[in-house]
């Protein structure tokens, strides 16, 4: 009984200390992007959201409230703290299992100064959940809702409902910059950010073309 009490102690103290801490994905020294040759994403451009930045212990490019990741071990994509979807049917990679207050950061370089319309692909069962997402510290889009898809967003046999949320006139400044996408409620999956300059978008819509990506890709 006593060796069980000290198991579970332990097992609270160190469910304790991991809880709530800051993600540090490696031990390295100098934080980086992930993929994309360590160079910050270009906008416009396609952002994924599995490829948020390698932090340093000092500079960490996440915040996780559940420590590890809650995706089964066949899912794996990367080491870190994050919780990331595999969809190996549709190819496709995606941060989910996500709690209130978590958030992710990308660094990216903005290749003019314009105004931005930003597509959201987000998944959610449930009504009411948001996020926002700052730059240099700044909430450029206010709240960004997500609507109830019906599903968490892949089911690993080809399902999917992920729907593309436009965000429209978003005020970037040129230059490489920190991206933080902030999880206000969380309980959604999101697979990626689909940067383009509000007035390609509006071109594009002109011609039937919007800013959903009509296949998932990783
Ligand atoms: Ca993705």
Redesign the pocket.
């Known amino acids: 009984m006593f060796l069980i009490a000290l198991i579970l102690s332990f097992m609270l103290c160190v469910g304790l200390g991991v809880s709530g801490k800051v993600g540090i994905t490696n031990t390295q020294t100098v934080r980086t992007t992930y993929g994309n040759n360590s160079a910050p994403w270009l906008i416009p451009g396609v952002i994924?959201?599995?490829n948020f930045d390698e932090g340093t212990p000092s500079d960490p490019a996440y915040h996780t409230i559940t420590p590890g990741n809650q995706a089964p071990p066949d899912q794996y994509y990367r080491t870190s703290e994050v919780s990331i979807g595999v969809d190996h049917i549709l190819g496709?990679?995606?941060?989910g299992w996500i709690d209130s207050g978590e958030w992710l950061e990308y660094t990216i370089n903005v290749a003019k100064t314009d105004i931005y319309d930003i597509g959201v692909?987000i998944a959610t069962p449930l009504d009411g959940k948001y996020l926002h997402i700052e730059f240099n510290g700044a909430d450029k889009t206010g709240r960004i809702n997500a609507p109830n898809t019906g599903c968490w967003g892949s089911d690993l046999h080809g399902g999917h409902c992920f729907q593309d949320v436009t965000v429209p006139g978003v005020s970037l400044t040129a230059g490489t910059q920190r991206m933080r996408v902030v999880f206000d409620t969380g309980l959604y999956t999101v697979?990626?950010f689909n940067f383009m300059t509000h007035t390609d978008n509006t071109a594009n819509q002109s011609l039937g073309i919007n800013l959903r990506r009509e296949k998932?890709t990783?």
């Open positions: 994924e959201a599995e496709l990679a995606d941060v692909r697979d990626s998932p990783r």
